[in-house]
């Protein structure tokens, strides 16, 4: 019997603006990430990467296309975290570091379009 197919890290699609620009430097500047792709003059599509966390940026007409975006990325040391972009720019953080009574740990940042980002831990992790 072969074996049981397995997923892995999901790569969202996220839409940055007109102009990726301001989105690569929130990422990068903001949250620590680092541009791994650029395509197209002019550019129409970046890969920002920090540790296993992927996100395509691409560039679309209609900003308030990303305020709806949301994302989840699961992370370690959670209160390093939480500390170091409060630190960067607490202006960023939409909701504080707090404990859910569902279970994650979690903190709550937007980007430059309105996109959701959640930071989360879940307990014992």
Not at 72 to 79: A, C, G, H, L
Not at 100 to 111: L, M, Q, R, S
């Amino acid at each position: 019997m072969s074996a049981s197919p397995t997923l892995g890290p999901i790569h969202p699609l996220v839409p940055a603006g007109e102009d990726l620009e301001p989105a690569i430097a929130f990422y990068e500047q903001k949250l620590g990430f680092k541009v791994i792709h650029r395509e197209g003059d002019p550019l129409r599509l970046a890969i920002v990467q920090r540790d296993m966390a992927v996100i395509y940026l691409c560039k679309n007409s209609y900003q308030n296309l990303g305020s709806p975006t949301s994302i989840r990325i699961q992370v370690n040391e959670i209160d390093q975290l939480f500390a170091e972009y409060e630190a960067k720019d607490d202006s960023i953080v939409q909701e504080k570091l707090a404990q859910k009574p569902w279970g994650p740990k979690e903190f709550v940042v937007t980007d430059p379009v309105g996109g959701c980002i959640t930071f989360f831990t879940m307990p014992g992790s």
